[in-house]
């Protein structure tokens, strides 16, 4: 079993988040990337993907995902894509040994189960898609196929925390715009910077969509360089690219 985190949360619900050990890339996107929409040997990120999927027990092609656009978008899946893959941000299934999956490089990954109705999620809630509505949206789809806000669990994986995550005065701006309350979620940094709590705005917004079972996950994208991969470290160190964590959840 290649390594990779869990949450007692989500426990009885096979499910796993995936950083960057016990894979086949090298380099800046050493050892395990999942991301084919990086510029890592595609067939190193294919084999990654395949290990990914044997830990579950499944071919690849049933470990599944969607064209990542940072949208509020949730979509219903039941079988492994015939074609191309829908732009969205979200995938809900009640099909057993169908793996969902989400890709992160610094963006919150967020698994969710209700275990009684046997209805799952996966989300990627970047802090557009968060504020957007991305989460809310795939607690209403999990509703649509019988689960219940009640029962829902839901474990957000590694992502960027507030003190890796230094903004400025126009990225405060936008969310005080939406909601005076926000606010909360920045601390001041030094001159008119501030760090901004991802995991705790993404926490806040699963509690007003009526899931009470929250886990967040202490691992820091940014922080965990030999763990996890991370967009903006890769910025900072003038990697020219970087790979892509996978987070995933299956039934039976």
């Known amino acids: 079993m ?13 499910h796993g988040f995936f950083g960057r050990e016990g894979g086949v890339s090298s380099g800046i996107y050493a050892s395990l990337n999942a991301g084919a929409g990086s510029n890592d040997d595609p067939a190193n990120v294919l084999e990654n993907r395949r290990r990914i999927a044997e830990a579950f027990g499944v071919d690849r092609d049933h470990l599944t995902g969607v064209h990542q656009v940072h949208s509020p978008t949730a979509v219903f899946i039941d079988a492994p894509w015939a074609g191309e893959r829908p732009r969205a941000d979200a995938l809900v299934t009640t099909t057993p040994k169908l793996a969902i999956s989400i890709l992160t490089a610094d963006c919150t990954p967020i698994l969710f189960a209700d275990s009684e109705a046997k209805v799952i ?28 806000r009640s029962r829902i669990a839901a474990a957000i994986g590694p992502c960027i925390h507030q003190c890796s995550y ?9 969310f005080v715009a939406a909601d005076p309350s926000f606010s909360r979620f920045f601390v001041p940094s030094a001159g008119d910077r501030l760090h901004f709590d991802l995991p705790g705005f993404c926490a806040s917004r699963l509690e007003a969509a009526g899931v009470t079972q929250i886990e967040t996950l202490p691992l820091d994208t940014y922080a965990e360089s030999k763990r996890l991969h991370s967009h903006r470290r890769s910025v900072h160190e003038k990697a020219g690219d970087y790979g892509r964590n996978c987070s995933v959840i299956m039934l039976g």
Request: avoid cysteine.
């Open 2 to 14: 290649i390594p990779h985190e869990t949450a007692r949360a989500l426990a009885g619900v096979k």
């Open 121 to 148: 999620g996966a989300a990627h809630a970047g802090w557009r898609g968060a504020i957007g509505g991305v989460i809310e949206n795939t607690v209403r789809l999990m509703e649509e196929h019988g689960a219940e």
């Open 166 to 174: 230094e903004v400025g005065p126009e990225f405060e701006a936008e």
